[in-house]
C-alpha cells in the first residue's frame, strides 16, 4: 500500500495535534451540552474515532452512509443518501463531521437534510478543506487542513474504496489510478 504514496502531505503527529485543537474549539462551543454528533461514512470514520476520543464529554454518536464520488477521483455531482433511516435529530443541536470539503455538495446536502429533519442548528467539522471554488455554498466551523486543489488518500480517504488506513495523508501515484 504505502509504495503507491507519492508524497506525504499530513503526518500522522501533525494531524493529532491538530485533533488536540479541533477538540478544544469543539468543547467551547457546545458547553455543558449532550453533543449529538453524526459522522459521515465511510470517510470521516478514521478522523471522528481520533477526534471524539479527545473529547472527554458526554456524547451521542450517529453515522449517516452517503456517496458522491462513486469510485473515481473527482465528485460525480450527485449526493446520495444510503440509509433506510435518518437519525434523530429534531430540537437538538448537531455536529457533522466529514473528511474533506471538495465541491462543497455533500455537506450542503447533509445540513439541509439536518435542518429539515429539525435539527436547531447544524455545526460541520472536516479534516481537510480543498482550496478551491464550491460549488454548493456551505461553511465548515472546524477545518483540521487547508490543503491544495488535488486528490488525496488516507486517515480514511479512500482511492476505490482502498488506502483509508494509511495513517496519514498523502497523494496517489499516478501508476496507482
Ligand atoms: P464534496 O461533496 O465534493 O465536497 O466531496 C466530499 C466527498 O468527496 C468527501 O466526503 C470525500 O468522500 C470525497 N472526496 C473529495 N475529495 C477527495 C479526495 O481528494 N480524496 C478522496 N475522497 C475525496
Ligand atoms: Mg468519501
Redesign the pocket.
Known sequence: MEKDVERVLVDEEVIGKRLDGMAREIRADFPDEVILVVV?LK??LVFASDLLRRIPRMLEIECLN?A??HGG?S?SGQ?DFLDHKLPEVAGRRVLVL????????????VVDRLLEEGATEVKTGVL?A?DRE???EVEAHYVGFEIGD????GYG???RGRYRNLPYVGTLKDEAR
Open positions: 459521515l470517510g470521516a452517503v458522491s464520488y477521483t465528485s449526493v466529514d473528511d474533506i470539503l471538495d465541491t462543497g455538495r455533500t455537506l450542503r446536502a481537510l480543498k464550491r460549488e454548493a488535488e486528490f488525496v488518500i480517504l479512500d482511492y
